[in-house]
């Protein structure tokens, strides 16, 4: 595999390092606990006058949607909005029920790896989702696995832990409706999408 | 009261029983009452029994009489027309909106009572008290106790509402659907307290899955996990003081329990595989998941002490999404072959798995709190419909509805007696 050929000794030294950085992270997250956040965010009428208010991104712009803030370096954006080469396929695909990458996405990423590492003003959010089949439980973890192995790639060509979020959406946002293997195909899927601050 | 009363879901049985036994309910006499009641009790009696696939209530349309005490009833009519057994009711105002309900069950062959009863009843919990009767009358023929009166909560999805995702209770009919929770993002993953007053989900509201309780009753609610990565699957532990969940925070996704009251997290599997949809033995001493560490989704089981887990399902390719019955001697789960997806039981004693349904796209079973029926979510055409089906396979009926697709179901527990 291509990606393994390029690897260097120093190469895994350093991923070593962002692993053990990250795990650090994670570690004090834990500690703090801090995900207890009681709130009364119910009014009488059932709705929700808390987060579930905030205009999120919307589905339409789940798809390869670049959103760019005022004065972002525009290298990057130019870059980013070209409609040929491999920064332009942000969605990457997989075979049913594996989070295993084609030599052809790796090839996708690592251009896409490259490119974030020489961009430090860009972050990308790893959405993974899966196709309708089997239990749904099961396939928001097979989403979040594939975004892992899409972040993984990602790392490896050197952008940095602080660039990437992966999110699983499991069965939830088909990119394509219906029970047909073609739009299984077209649902299992990593979209990446970028943000140039 | 903060839920939202919406309209209802409706039954269709779509699969009646060989064998069930015959049992008349006539309508209960409500001549005395100052006003129409708003619900037909006897209507609700008749359909809870006959979803049952146990009993068979006779058509209103073909009953010979119209009694309504025992001493108004002729046997012999009854008899002749097959009935094994027979409701006889009526409803009393004891002061204006405060109603007392009799109803008495009787043994046509033995010619006698079997059970009667009176209840105080408001018009808001009509429907409840019938389909206590419908407990009554079940647990009395039967041996089992009923669960009509017990709640479902399942997701609604609706592609122009407003919010496009609901989280919903309702009654076992489908009747009474109140909202929890209203979403432009998605819902997941519903999971009861066991003492039936709050529920514990996935919610996507700030574009990650993030895990919520909310106190039923009040509408309080608190977020109990949002770390990095997935935070799903959430499952109440028996006496309530703990959820497992997974959490992919440490790499892959793994199983934990979270301490409710002191929020401290435990990891419960390490494997670099997909470790997820736990569930707990009702001793609270075990739980089961589904993981793909032997390359194909499969049902294991691991101490809530730790230590390293065992697996349980073998047959096929694919088994998750693990329900367990009351007893914990039957497994419902979905189960893939040849990529259909239907839910299957398993015996655990045995290792017997029974294929329950005949669909291709069914998910999320969930065993009634009595044991004798699985709730499940199956797609038709574009929509998500709920079913429910006996755990010998036989009798299966559909609660759909005009609006939505509608998925994961679970089963309530049985209100404290």
Known sequence: ?197 | MPLTVKAALTIEITGGVEGALPIAVVPFDTSRLSSKLPVDLAEIVASDLNRSGVLKSMSRSKLPANPHYSNQVQYARWRKVGQDYLVVGRVLEKSPGLYSIEFQLLDVLKQKQLLGRSMPARKRNLRSRAHQISDYIYEQITGTRGAFNTRIAFVRAQKDAARKYVLQVADTDGFNAQNVLESDEPIMSPSWSPDGKSLAYVSFENERPEIYIQHLATARRSKVAGFKGLNSAPSWSPNGKFLALVLSKDGSPDIYTLNTATKRLKRLTTHRAIDTEPVWASDGKTIIFTSDRAGSPQLYRVNVDGGKPKRVTFEGRYNTAASLSPDGKYIAMVHGEQGQYKIAQYERGTGNLTVLTDSTLDESPSFSPNGKMVLYASTRGNRGYLYAVSIDGRAKHRLSDQAGDIREPVWGPFESK
């Open chain 1, 1 to 197: 595999m291509k990606l393994r050929n390029r690897m260097k000794p120093w190469m895994i030294a350093g991923l070593v390092a962002i692993f053990v950085s990250a795990c650090a992270t994670t570690q004090e997250e834990m500690i703090d606990g801090a995900p207890i956040d009681d709130q009364t965010g119910m009014a009488d009428d059932g709705s929700i006058s808390g987060g579930a208010d905030a205009t999120g991104i919307s589905d339409d712009m789940a798809g390869d949607g670049t959103s760019i803030a005022d004065g972002a370096p525009i290298d990057a954006i130019a870059m980013l909005e070209q409609t040929e080469g491999a920064l332009a396929s942000r969605t990457i695909y997989f075979e049913f029920d594996s989070a295993k990458l084609s030599s052809e996405s790796i090839q996708i990423l690592e251009t896409h790896g490259s490119f974030i590492a020489g961009n430090g003003v860009v972050t990308v959010r790893l959405e993974g989702h899966a196709d309708e089949r089997g239990s749904r439980e099961y396939n928001i973890a097979l989403g979040d696995r594939r975004a892992q192995s899409v972040r993984r790639v990602l790392l490896f060509q050197g952008a940095s832990t602080d660039q990437l979020d992966t999110v699983s959406y499991g069965e939830e946002q088909p990119a394509m409706s219906g029970h047909t293997e073609e739009a299984w195909s077209k649902n299992r899927r990593v979209e990446l999408i970028y943000t140039v601050n």
